[in-house]
């Protein structure tokens, strides 16, 4: 491999026009908080029913408890379904709660979630694309009839899947028909500081991706537009879509992790069972000792960031080039674990390579808290959970501005050949 003398300080000068000045993402984002501030306050400030009964119009319910956790994903929900699936003998003898699923902590997802909303919605997903409408209606009838016969034979039956956080009103309105009428549904959704909730689902899409985004560019790709209610906040949006349950617990992920209570713990104990004093802290600590730990392992930040200064890299090596026809090809692409597994070559943030030059390059940690002051403040305040009392970690990206030709040297030897 050789490379032109000049290629390098040409490479470096083009890397940061690549790079987008990070000042300019926190202009877009104050703006569009301080727009929906502005919206909120016009709106008045009497939204907080969340915590108690939303709709007292309605008679109180009489039926089984139906507890629906509903993630979101990146905060333990894989955990907690395993947990679930696991100790299900357990949490009925001990404790009296049914878990209405079986056999899969994912089950939740391909028995129900979307298998309705291949009928509710006319929604084709990855988890129904290849089955016969039979099939994926065969699917349903066994999700939903294993999660009857819990609500005909128990009082407290909890279900869980973070894909519930697609479902919008007409697959709830769909969900509720489906199952017996009198049954009172509580739904559980976790809160997870921005900042983190955002790295950490850039982190998980960039495990399959050979050309990933930069953080700062996935955080601008993240901005949804307002929803009717002038949420422009996906965590927002989510309490506003459990508007028409009978009651909803929102709880803060950060805050359960400083006290010690694992999700599976507040799902049982708090949210099913609503324990107090010593029956809460033996229903915790029991919990606690049999859930799993996170397994979950996302790599280094600075690997993504790897990932994409060698895809620039090669691309400056091939615009070098006369003749490129001798360049291997840039594996662009998502993959699955399979394809990785098979693969293990294949350039993305979880190649040993990768995270190994990842480990040697100067990084910069920053907070991005700040970014989000404002929707995070507006969900404590509406749903009155407990918040955190820290803020969250800093998150550390490759430094370009502080790379040497060694560093460069290093993200080189990695790129394909040209
Ligand atoms: C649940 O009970 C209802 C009657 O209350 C009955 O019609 C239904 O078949 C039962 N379902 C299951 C799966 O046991
Ligand atoms: C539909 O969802 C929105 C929240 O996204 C809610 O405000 C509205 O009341 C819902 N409509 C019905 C008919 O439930
Ligand atoms: C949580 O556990 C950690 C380590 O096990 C301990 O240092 C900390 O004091 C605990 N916090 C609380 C609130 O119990
Ligand atoms: C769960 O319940 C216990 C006992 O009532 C309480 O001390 C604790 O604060 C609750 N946890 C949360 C997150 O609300
Ligand atoms: C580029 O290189 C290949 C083989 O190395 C050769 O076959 C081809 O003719 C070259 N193309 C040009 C335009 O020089």
């Known amino acids: 491999m050789c490379l032109h003398p000049y290629a390098l300080t040409w490479a470096f000068f083009v890397m940061l026009f690549i790079f987008e000045p990070l000042a300019k993402l926190v202009s877009t984002v104050a703006r569009s908080t301080d727009s929906a501030d502005k919206r909120e306050q016009r709106a008045g400030a009497g939204l907080s029913s969340f915590a108690s009964p939303a709709s007292s119009s309605s008679a109180p319910c009489k039926g089984p408890k139906l507890i629906i956790h509903v993630g979101p994903q990146k905060t333990g929900t894989t955990a907690i379904q395993e947990f679930l699936v696991k100790t299900s003998g357990w949490l009925q003898e001990q404790w009296g709660v049914s878990v209405g699923f079986h056999g899969s902590g994912k089950a939740v997802v391909e028995y129900i979630v979307h298998p309705l909303m291949y009928f509710c919605n006319g929604k084709r997903t990855r988890w129904n694309l290849r089955l016969s409408e039979e099939k994926v209606k065969q699917k349903l009838k066994d999700g939903l009839g294993f999660l009857q016969s819990k609500l005909n034979s128990s009082q407290l039956v909890v ?11 007409k697959s709830w309105q769909c969900f509720r028909s489906e199952i017996r009428a009198d049954t009172c549904q509580t739904a559980v959704v976790l809160h997870r500081s921005s900042a983190t909730w955002i790295a950490a689902r850039w982190s998980q899409g960039s495990k399959y991706d050979s050309s990933p985004k930069s953080f700062s560019s996935y955080v601008a790709s ?3 537009s307002a929803d009717a209610h002038g949420d ?14 009978d009651r909803v617990i929102p709880v803060s992920y950060d805050y359960l992790k400083e006290v010690n209570c694992s999700g599976a713990a507040f799902l049982i104990c708090n949210a099913s069972l609503g324990l107090t004093g010593k029956n809460w802290l033996q229903c915790r600590n029991s919990v606690n000792g049999r859930s799993s ?11 993504i960031d790897v990932v994409r200064l060698a895809r620039h890299f090669y691309e400056m090596k091939q615009a070098m080039r006369k003749n490129v026809s001798r360049c291997k ?10 394809y990785l597994f098979r693969h293990p070559d294949m350039m993305t943030s979880t190649n040993p390579a990768v995270i190994q030059v990842a480990k040697q390059i100067p990084v910069k940690c920053e907070n991005f808290d700040g970014l989000f002051r404002s929707e995070t403040q ?8 407990k918040r955190p009392r820290y803020g969250s970690k800093d998150i550390c990206t490759a430094d370009v501005a502080s790379f040497e030709a060694k560093h460069w040297r290093l993200i080189g030897k990695i790129a394909p050949d040209c």
């Open 159 to 169: 279900l869980s899947s973070e894909d519930f956080q697609k479902f919008d009103n």
């Open 222 to 224: 993240k901005m949804e």
């Open 232 to 245: 422009s906040d996906k965590q927002l949006q989510q309490l506003n879509r459990l508007r028409p349950f």
């Open 293 to 303: 730990k996170l397994r979950n392992k996302s790599p280094p930040h600075a690997a």
């Open 329 to 338: 090809p840039w594996p662009i692409g998502k993959w699955s674990d399979g």
């Open 378 to 385: 507006k969900w404590f305040s509406r749903t009155g959970a």
